[in-house]
C-alpha cells in the first residue's frame, strides 16, 4: 500500500459511502508512529480503515555485560526519510463492543 493509493481509497469512499469518523494521530514508540483512520457505513456495517506509517530500522544495537544478573539493552535506529506502510481493515463486532481486524488475503487492493 502506498501512500497514493490510500489517499485514492478514501476519496473513493468518501464518494461511496457515509463517512462517521476520519482523522490521524502520532505515536512517540518505535521513532514515531503516524496513523491515519476512516469510519463508514459500507455494505458490511461499520468498517474502520487504517493506514500507518512508521519508519524503517536500519540499525539495532545490543548493549549487555558478561556478569551475572545484568540486563541487556537494545537500541534501535530508525531512519528520518524512509517509511514502511501497513493497511488495516476492522469491521465493527456488535457482541464484543469492539472493532474486530479482518483477514486480508481475501482482498486485492
Not at 481509497?9 to 514515531?32: A, C, M, P, Q, T
Amino acid at each position: 500500500m502506498t501512500p497514493e493509493r490510500w489517499k485514492n481509497i478514501k476519496d473513493e469512499i468518501r464518494d461511496s459511502f457515509e463517512v462517521l469518523d476520519s482523522g490521524s494521530y502520532h505515536e512517540d514508540e518505535e521513532g514515531g508512529i503516524d496513523t491515519e483512520f476512516i469510519e463508514f457505513k459500507g455494505p458490511l456495517g461499520l468498517m474502520r480503515l487504517e493506514f500507518i506509517a512508521k519508519p524503517i530500522v536500519l540499525d539495532k544495537k545490543t548493549t549487555f555485560s558478561r556478569r551475572i544478573g545484568s540486563e541487556t539493552k537494545v537500541e534501535y535506529i530508525y531512519s528520518e526519510e524512509e517509511k514502511s506502510h501497513k493497511f488495516k481493515i476492522y469491521k465493527w463486532n456488535d457482541e464484543t463492543d469492539d472493532w474486530e481486524e479482518v483477514d486480508q488475503k481475501h482482498f486485492t487492493l
